[in-house]
């Protein structure tokens, strides 16, 4: 036979909210804005290749319109790698505002 002993009952109270240490918060942030930086900044970067390689119609410009398709490439090829750090960023970033 299992009774109480006479203790009172626990006080409905809410449950506590998480704290996240500021580097936690600062990671979230780092995650989040790097891969929106580096994707505008090749997009950017790749745009300005293609302008000057079509300004310049000598063989030596031809060139920069190679280095803007690489560019694009590799933007391509790490896409699934700067989706996946935006993810986590977010959602870090929406647990340290619940």
């Keep these: 036979m299992r009774e109480s002993v006479g ?3 626990p006080p409905n109270m809410p449950p506590t909210r998480r704290v996240y240490s500021r580097t936690y918060r ?6 989040l804005w790097t ?3 580096l994707a505008v900044g090749g997009v950017a970067l790749g745009l300005g290749l293609f302008a000057a390689a079509d300004a310049d119609p000598t063989y030596g410009s031809s060139a920069l319109g190679y280095i803007g398709l690489f560019v694009w490439g590799a ?3 790490l896409s699934p790698v700067l989706l996946g750090s935006f993810i986590a960023g977010l959602v870090m970033l929406i647990r340290t505002r619940r």
Excluded: E, G
């Design 7 to 9: 203790y009172p009952p």
């Design 26 to 31: 600062v990671w979230a942030h780092v995650l």
């Design 35 to 37: 891969p929106i930086a």
């Design 75 to 77: 933007l391509a090829v």
